[in-house]
């Protein structure tokens, strides 16, 4: 398996912790690998911080807490649509918070996935369609990446355009910011109508996600639950702009 290939994930690594990544962002710490490291061992820097899971958020100030979640959807949505390169697994014990260094600490490397430029251009404009509220390209890109075959029922059409669209409301120029991840929020409302749409798209889906979304959508999701977990109140629609405008779709 992949997640057990350590030079894999030691190239991985020595990658995100490069210039051209992580290497010149001082909110992340990407530790360095031993060159003597081998498919079989492991032998990377040790870094102090503490899990994001596990830290006591009362302890935590609101400044630590929205920077964190900040600053790890601004990874994600880089990794995504910036590196084309993704550290899938959003367990929370895989970013480290270090409150003396005031970095991100970032391990595990091992479930690290690339994406092609032909489906990241598709996904991007399915995500750009729902965070603009616009059905019929929604529907359009859903169909060209295989979410749809265009055989769909209204049913399931609607469940997932409402999805997609639920899961972007953070994304969304109409959005007040910073946007309240926290609990009681807005957040926690579109999780349960988000969770609604599932039954009603597992009965009527004609075709599985396409493989690509799995992994994307998990850490996308993660992402999103860690910020609530931390009760953050992030821009997070000025995130996305930032990220995005950088994007060049092939022509």
């Known amino acids: 398996a992949d997640e057990c290939d350590y030079t894999r994930e ?18 992340f710490k990407v530790p360095w690998v031993w060159e003597g490291s081998t498919k079989s061992v492991l ?11 596990d830290a006591d958020i009362s302890g935590m100030s609101k400044k630590d807490r929205d920077d964190i979640a900040a600053w790890i959807l601004e990874l994600c949505l880089k990794e995504l649509f910036e590196f084309r390169l993704m550290q899938t697994d959003p367990n929370w ?3 480290l918070w270090n409150s003396h260094t005031r970095r991100v600490e970032l391990v595990d490397f091992g479930a ?3 994406y092609s430029k032909e489906f ?5 404009l399915l995500l750009q369609a729902a965070a603009s509220e616009d059905r019929d390209s929604c529907i359009e890109w859903s169909t060209k990446l295989g979410y749809l075959t265009g055989k769909e029922n209204q049913i399931m059409l609607d469940a997932h355009v409402n999805s997609m669209m639920l899961l972007a409301t953070p994304f969304k120029a109409s959005t007040p910011q910073p946007f309240n991840f926290g609990p009681g929020s807005t957040w926690s409302g579109i999780t349960t109508e988000i969770r ?22 998990r850490k996308l999701s993660g992402t999103f639950l860690l910020a609530a977990r931390l009760g953050a109140r992030i821009d997070a629609r000025g995130i996305w702009d930032r990220v995005v405008s950088k994007y060049q779709f092939s022509s």
């Not at 990658?15 to 990544?21: A, H, L």
């Not at 032998?43 to 899971?53: I, L, N, P």
């Not at 990241?120 to 991007?124: F, N, R, T």
Request: aromatic share 10%.
């Open 112 to 114: 690290t996935r690339e």
């Open 10 to 27: 030691g190239s991985f690594l020595t990658k995100f912790g490069s210039p051209g990544y992580l290497g010149g962002d001082s909110r």
């Open 196 to 217: 609604a749409q599932i039954p009603v798209m597992l009965m009527h889906r004609l075709t599985p996600p396409p493989r690509e979304t799995y992994s994307l959508n």
């Open 120 to 124: 990241m251009d598709s996904w991007l």
């Open 43 to 53: 032998a990377m820097e040790r870094v102090h911080g503490t899990s994001v899971g």
């Open 93 to 95: 014990s895989n970013f």
